[in-house]
């Protein structure tokens, strides 16, 4: 049984997922704990190639939505396998910006695939790795979109296909990330993503507490 802890962060586009990763990383390591910091798709070499792929390369664009889930899924087939599962068996703190929720909401719910079909792809991924504890930052569609407008004026990013999608595709994935909170209540937190990054970590930290706290008499 791996050692380590495994928590994944999930949400739609601009929920500050990413900045919840390095704060978390950067109090936990300051408490003397070993802390992998990881991403979705991507991770590894091969898997930061499918990322472009997936998210920027125009020969991307278009893709049929089983495509996208197979190469999602390669993707993290590669992290759990070369990253992922060593790295918790050495003992150490895993936080992943996204896993196999967003495939559920992104490819089942925002692109419609059929539900079976996207949990068998993904189980063949993982392979029975599971995250301990999964937190969803909720983040009201208008406040993502201003939080998406000021970051493109400030840095000019790469085109994204997902950040370009419709609205009513985001609110398919948010319908989604509702369901999975509600089907797995102990593995999935909401954690309100408004406010600002201190007082969001805030949350996530109470949240993380807990778990280790779990994880000490477990």
């Keep these: 049984m791996a050692s380590g802890l495994f928590i994944t962060f999930e949400g739609g586009e601009a929920c500050g997922k990413s900045t919840q990763v390095r704060l978390l990383a950067e ?22 190639k499918l990322r472009h792929l997936l998210k920027h390369d125009p020969d991307g664009h278009g893709m ?17 396998r070369r990253v992922v599962r060593p790295a918790l068996g050495n003992g150490e703190i ?8 967003s495939t559920t909401a992104y490819q089942a719910g925002g692109r419609g695939l ?13 392979a029975g790795t599971r995250p301990d504890l999964t937190l969803l930052i909720r983040v009201p569609r208008q406040e993502a979109l201003d939080r998406l407008a000021a970051r493109n004026l400030a840095t ?25 909170a509600a089907a797995w209540p102990g593995r999935v937190r909401v954690i309100d993503g ?19 706290g779990r994880s000490a008499v477990a």
Excluded: W
């Design 156 to 180: 000019a990013p790469l085109p994204d296909r997902f950040e370009a999608e419709q609205d009513a595709f985001f609110r398919r994935v948010d319908a989604a990330y509702e369901k999975l």
């Design 64 to 80: 049929a939505p089983e495509t996208e889930l197979l190469l999602m899924n390669a993707s993290r087939a590669e992290l759990v």
């Design 114 to 126: 059929d539900a079976e079909a996207v949990r068998a792809v993904i189980e063949l991924a993982v």
């Design 194 to 212: 408004t406010g600002s990054p201190h007082e969001i970590a805030l949350r996530v930290r109470s949240e993380v507490e807990a778990l280790m």
């Design 27 to 48: 109090s936990l390591r300051a408490g003397g704990h070993v802390v992998r910091e990881l991403r979705e798709p991507g991770g590894t070499p091969l898997g930061e």
């Design 94 to 101: 895993v936080l992943c910006d996204r896993f196999y929720d």
